[in-house]
């Protein structure tokens, strides 16, 4: 029975991903009398899909019975690959956000300053503006700090070095011992917390986004109004939370990595 009267339904392709779905973890190998148990389908049709999707190398048969192959794998990365790895955390942000009710973000290092390179906000009255491509002194946000901190004792030099391109003067200003000791406080604990120190009213804790080899990659944080949200809801209510955030994100970026965008070439014609 078709499980969609819509004639733009392919019931073909519905029943063969109902195959696949069959393979879990305590079944990797299945019979054609048990793939066509477990999906209600009948052997004829069942031992059709798995014909087809033999030859396509996403199934392979031993003994009898079939399991799949590690080209299903292709599939499921098809998503990531078609995205960009901000795309990809984009729905991670949107959950922090249900979560604390604040705007959460991520920021990458350009220099001296922080880039905004994905951000879902809430309506709330701030001080500064941020949109995709902000840019902020990175020693005096709490995304900075995540970033800053990462960096070799050489890297932070040349880093500091050079001169911000965010047009901004932060509120407030550290000598490099002050700024040093932040730094290693951010990396023993590690998350950042920022008080209005780049302007009145801004407030937010930072947590890092790690590759696969463990190094800082990007920063995400949740950004609050210092007149709303006391610094100990921001620590001990939305930190754990963006934690878990991170981790996620970080795990994302890893797959990701893995499976680099492809450059597609479209098949030459066969005449």
Same mark, same amino acid.
């Given at each position: 029975?078709?499980?969609?009267?819509?004639?733009?339904?392919?019931?073909?392709?519905?029943?063969?991903?109902?195959?696949?779905?069959?393979?879990?973890?305590?079944?990797?190998?299945?019979?054609?009398?048990?793939?066509?148990?477990?999906?209600?389908?009948?052997?004829?049709?069942?031992?059709?899909? $798995?014909? &087809? /999707?033999?030859?396509?190398?996403?199934? !392979?048969?031993?003994?009898?019975?079939? %399991? *799949?192959?590690?080209?299903? =794998?292709?599939?499921?990365?098809?998503?990531?690959?078609?995205?960009?790895?901000?795309?990809?955390?984009?729905?991670?942000?949107?959950?922090?956000?249900?979560?604390?009710?604040?705007?959460?973000?991520?920021?990458?290092?350009?220099?001296?300053?922080?880039?905004?390179?994905?951000?879902?906000?809430?309506?709330? $009255?701030? &001080? /500064?503006?941020?949109?995709?491509?902000? !840019?902020?002194?990175?020693?005096?946000? %709490? *995304?900075?700090?995540?970033? =800053?901190?990462?960096?070799?004792?050489?890297?932070?030099?040349?880093?500091?070095?050079?001169?911000?391109?965010?047009?901004?003067?932060?509120?407030?200003?550290?000598?490099?011992?002050?700024?040093?000791?932040?730094?290693?406080?951010?990396?023993?604990?590690?998350?950042?917390?920022?008080?209005?120190?780049?302007?009145?009213?801004?407030?937010?804790?930072?947590?890092?986004? !790690?590759?696969?080899?463990?190094?800082?990659?990007?920063?995400?944080?949740?950004?609050?109004?210092?007149?709303?949200?006391?610094?100990?809801?921001?620590?001990?209510?939305?930190?754990?939370?963006?934690?878990?955030?991170?981790?996620?994100?970080?795990?994302?970026?890893?797959?990701?990595?893995?499976?680099?965008?492809?450059?597609?070439?479209?098949?030459?014609?066969?005449?």
């Amino acid at each position: 029975m078709r499980r969609d009267s819509t004639p733009e339904f392919i019931e073909a392709l519905a029943r063969g991903l109902d195959v696949l779905r069959c393979f879990e973890p305590g079944r990797p190998a299945m019979t054609l009398s048990e793939l066509a148990t477990a999906t209600g389908l009948a052997r004829p049709t069942v031992r059709r899909i $798995l014909i &087809t /999707l033999e030859q396509l190398g996403y199934v !392979r048969s031993s003994g009898g019975e079939f %399991s *799949l192959t590690p080209r299903v =794998l292709d599939l499921g990365m098809a998503y990531i690959r078609s995205q960009s790895m901000w795309d990809l955390a984009v729905p991670h942000l949107r959950k922090l956000v249900e979560q604390t009710g604040e705007s959460c973000s991520i920021a990458q290092l350009d220099g001296s300053d922080i880039v905004y390179v994905a951000r879902v906000a809430v309506p709330k $009255l701030v &001080t /500064l503006a941020v949109t995709i491509g902000t !840019r902020f002194p990175a020693p005096v946000t %709490s *995304l900075g700090k995540i970033l =800053l901190a990462s960096l070799s004792p050489t890297e932070l030099d040349r880093t500091l070095a050079e001169a911000s391109r965010s047009g901004i003067e932060p509120r407030c200003r550290r000598t490099r011992d002050e700024l040093d000791a932040v730094l290693s406080k951010v990396r023993a604990r590690g998350w950042a917390l920022t008080d209005e120190e780049l302007a009145p009213g801004i407030r937010s804790v930072a947590a890092p986004i !790690r590759d696969g080899e463990g190094a800082v990659v990007a920063a995400v944080n949740v950004n609050a109004h210092a007149a709303e949200t006391p610094v100990e809801t921001l620590t001990e209510r939305h930190l754990p939370l963006l934690l878990g955030a991170a981790s996620s994100i970080s795990a994302d970026w890893e797959a990701w990595k893995a499976h680099p965008m492809e450059v597609l070439t479209p098949a030459r014609r066969q005449d």
